[in-house]
């Protein structure tokens, strides 16, 4: 039997989330390996792969397939990146825009059972839709969060604790806000914006001093 390795991106909650699917249904019958950005998924001739939103080129795919020998690689990524290695490995490849790699992990791996809400306030600021409206508040929350952890605990808590996260949220917003005057999730100011500063008054100018007559 050959060994099932899972290697996700470690810097984005979706990668994360997207390995905590599959984890779910492998659990310790499967390695499971974050990348840094720029890293490349391992190339092993007895490995059955799984790449998580790590972006790939055709060249990149190419390597892992040429490496495979009797393993086998599914690459599930959401990312525009990706689209022309998608479009060159369409077998390799579970691939849609319209999804973000969480979700597309889950409807794979776990698609009988019911998906944490947690997914899809990640796939709506992955995919800038911004839905449910309260998911900019979700995101803030559950990112603020040290992860990945090799036990997968900090996921399983993020996906029981939905009305904590909601919770905290806009106070964690707020927070970033008043000491980086912009939103800490779009980078722009329209989010809980801190009030102009006032304008300096200025100073009176001293009335001249008459002559004595």
Not at 136 to 162: G, K, V
Request: glycine residues 6%; contains cysteine; proline residues 11%.
């Amino acid at each position: 039997m050959n060994a099932k390795t899972v290697v996700y991106y470690d810097s984005e909650l979706d990668g994360y989330l997207a390995a905590y699917a599959v984890k779910l249904s492998y659990g310790e019958h499967a390695k499971y390996v974050p990348l840094r950005p720029g890293e490349k998924p391992p190339v092993s001739p007895n490995l059955d792969l799984i790449v998580l939103d790590v972006s790939l080129t055709p060249e990149d795919v190419k390597a892992l397939l040429d490496g495979a020998a009797s393993g086998s690689v599914l690459v599930i990524d959401h990312s525009p990146a990706a689209q022309a290695a998608a479009a060159a490995y369409p077998g390799v490849y579970c691939y849609d825009r319209q999804h973000a790699t969480c979700v597309l992990a889950w409807q794979r791996f776990r698609s009988a059972q019911r998906m944490p809400e947690l997914y899809k306030a990640v796939e709506g600021y992955d995919l800038g839709t911004n839905t449910p409206d309260h998911c900019l508040l979700i995101n803030a929350a559950a990112r603020s969060y040290t992860y990945p952890d090799e036990t997968f605990l900090i996921a399983e808590m993020l996906c029981n604790s939905y009305g904590k996260l909601l919770a905290d949220g806009e106070p964690i917003m707020r927070h970033m806000a008043k000491h980086n005057g912009i939103s800490p999730l779009t980078g722009k100011p329209e989010l809980y914006p801190l009030p102009p500063k006032p304008e300096p008054k200025p100073e009176p100018k001293p009335e001249p001093k008459r002559r004595k007559e």
